[in-house]
């Protein structure tokens, strides 16, 4: 249990490479923080840094009420779940479990006791005495998961550690753990490329791009109100679709957008074939593609007099047909306005 | 496609049996005449068939040699060969384990220095360096000695390499979740690079017991007292150490008990030997 707090924290490798720059974020304690973003954004250095394996180039870290940044990962007192688990592959899951107690001389009777119950707790307790090369992937997920729970740590660190489950595993395990972290209450920075993993599962997101925080909020803070056009871009599937400003004017569909806006997000869940209630923005298009989804429907078209593509989704299969040209509306209050040169939202 | 194939595994056959032969013909003649009586030899015809004196022979040379005609018993030098072998093939790869360990998972100052020097060793063997070697050992005091016998062939890098070629397979991660855990590098090195290593110990420990075994040339030079003599040196004093002709009876008894232990080593130790070779671990 413990409040991490990073104030200012960068690295910079050797060779002048800037992996992550000025990042400051307060984890409050209990609280499940996802970073996010796409491959190279810094999200796992940064796990790294706060894990103990990256050095701090600037900066400080404090985890409970220590300054930890020239501290050994062990006397963090945190625990890691590595992607590829890194499970000891000559010990049996009980020694993987019970190696880090016994470095840190925890007596017998309590490494059994704790063994035991996050076994039991992981549904583990059957493969105990197994090798790791013996268990399947979404066991072996738990057991390194067990590792990480025996040892009551102030904090937990998650890096990508359901990308090497298949789909249904992923989602099933995704579930696992948040239930678990709920029911521990223990302060856990989880990483993920993943945005649906990212939003099902945080408290609080935090999205990186290049090094830098573009925007910390609730999933629904983030979904709702991207901060910026990355954010927007980068959370919820299939991703905002941006137009420009001019366009819209040239369509007469001018609405009152805050001045300086010149790129305007739509989700796609918010455009609609038929025109919704209240103030709305219509436009016409072209259908290219119609992807059946089960319950839903993504409709890929193009904006007519433009080459821009919109992504639809509605629900259920709409009556409409690969070339057809229909109308799309989207709600007044659904715009999301940004200013292109800044990427910044207006307003 | 089928009488094709039965030719083909036939051919096969006929091929590896006569290859076995030719490999396994001159033991089995070692064998044979290692139970003749001494003078079956003078004769000039090769025995195909034991001989009677099988028992005898082996107990003279075990027991009691034939010193008058340059062959002292070798159940010491069997001894001698076999304090050899285990030394150097222990000292081998416990430096090359250790010297592995820190040039892979250590950044200091030098390390490619050091990674060099360790690899300008392979171009250096024994035999290349002997006069200075034997120089140092001459100096040192250690001729005559199990130091002298093994420390010179123990500095050697073979074995370093076959362990670094591991130790990059091993993943990164595996590192970093032992620093969480809460091991120290000699901790993680004892706990978790040893133990996978295992097999790759294994074979490295089988040809470095061979290569120690067979040493000729280093023994021949440094021992006088034949007290630390090796067998496979005892072979070559009973061929040309006496006056009179070889006694190949009791030359060919000393080989097949001198090519003994290598066989056992690898019959025990194939198993790992061979996973050490061609497996590697995850």
């Known amino acids: 249990m413990a409040r991490i707090v990073m104030d200012g924290l960068s690295k910079v490798y050797a060779g002048g490479v800037k992996a992550v720059t000025d990042v400051s974020l307060d984890v409050a304690d209990g609280e499940m923080i996802v970073l996010v973003g796409p491959s190279g954004c810094g999200k796992s250095t940064l796990l790294r840094m706060v894990a103990g394996l990256e050095t701090i180039s600037a ?14 990962p062990a006397q963090r007192d945190i625990a890691m779940v590595f992607q590829n688990y890194a499970l000891y592959p000559h010990m049996t899951v009980r020694g993987n479990l019970a190696y880090g107690l ?138 905002m679709n941006m137009v420009a400003m001019p366009y819209l004017r040239e369509q007469g569909a001018v609405p009152g957008l805050p001045s300086g806006t010149d790129l305007v997000g739509m989700r796609p869940d918010d455009l609609s074939l ?74 | 496609m089928v009488e094709n194939d039965r030719f083909g595994t036939l051919l096969a056959h006929i091929v590896l049996i006569l290859g076995v032969a030719v490999v396994v013909f001159p033991v089995y003649v070692a064998i044979i005449a290692s139970t003749h009586e001494p003078g079956t030899f003078l004769r000039g015809v090769m025995p195909l068939l034991p001989g009677p004196q099988g028992w005898e022979n082996y107990r003279t040379v075990l027991f009691e040699g034939r010193s008058n005609a340059g062959a002292p018993p070798i159940g010491g030098m069997l ?7 285990m030394l150097i093939a222990v000292g081998k ?69 076959l362990f670094r070629q591991f130790f990059m397979t091993i993943p990164e991660e595996m590192l970093e979740a032992a620093r969480v855990d809460g091991a120290g590098p000699m901790k993680f090195f004892k706990d978790i690079l040893v133990p996978l290593s295992v097999t790759n110990i294994a074979a490295m420990f089988v040809i470095m017991f061979i290569y120690g075994w067979n040493q000729y040339l280093w023994p021949l030079l440094i021992t006088t007292d034949d007290s630390y003599y090796t067998v496979v040196m005892g072979i070559q004093r009973m061929v040309t150490g006496a006056d009179s002709e070889p006694l190949w009876h009791l030359v060919m008894a000393t080989v097949v008990l001198a090519a003994l232990p290598p066989i056992l080593v690898i019959l025990f130790m194939q198993r790992l030997f061979v996973k050490g070779l061609t497996e590697t671990e995850k």
Do not use: C
């Open chain 1, 59 to 72: 900066g400080t870290l404090t985890i409970g009420d220590r300054v930890v940044n020239q501290l050994e």
């Open chain 1, 102 to 239: 016994k470095n840190r001389g925890t007596p017998a009777d309590e490494i059994a006791r704790r063994v035991a119950q996050a076994a039991e707790m992981l549904e583990i307790a059957p493969f105990l005495d197994r090798k790791p090369r013996q268990l399947s992937g979404g066991q072996r997920q738990r057991v390194a998961m067990g590792r990480a729970l025996v040892r009551e740590p102030a904090a937990f660190l998650f890096d990508e550690p359901l990308s090497n489950l298949d789909a249904k595993l992923r989602v099933q395990m995704r579930v696992e753990i948040k239930q678990l972290q709920r029911r521990l209450g223990t302060t856990s920075l989880y990483v993920t490329h993943d945005q649906l993993e990212a939003l099902t599962l945080a408290d609080r997101l935090v999205v990186l791009n290049g090094g830098v925080i573009e925007q910390v909020g609730t999933p629904m803070e983030l979904y709702d109100r991207p901060a910026t056009v990355f954010v927007a871009g980068f959370i919820g599937s299939p991703a």
């Open chain 1, 274 to 347: 038929t025109p919704p209630d209240g103030d709305h923005l219509t436009l016409r298009g072209s259908v290219v593609l119609l992807e059946p989804a089960g319950a839903e429907s993504h409709v890929y078209l193009t904006l007519k007099g433009s080459r821009q593509a919109v992504t639809l989704r509605t629900q259920g299969l709409p009556a409409v047909r690969e070339g057809d040209e229909v109308s799309l509306h989207a709600p007044l209050r659904a715009l999301h306005p940004f200013d292109e040169a800044t990427g910044k939202r207006v307003g």
């Open chain 2, 79 to 85: 001894w001698n060969s076999f304090v050899m072998a």
């Open chain 2, 93 to 161: 790869i416990a430096i090359s384990l250790l010297s592995t360990f820190a040039i892979v998972y250590f950044r200091f100052r030098f390390r490619l220095f050091f990674f060099w020097v360790i690899f300008l060793t392979l171009m250096l063997p024994v035999e290349v360096r002997i006069v200075p070697t034997f120089d140092v050992v001459a100096s040192l005091g250690m001729l005559n000695t199990y130091a002298g016998l093994t420390i010179p062939l123990i500095a050697s890098a073979t074995a370093t390499f």
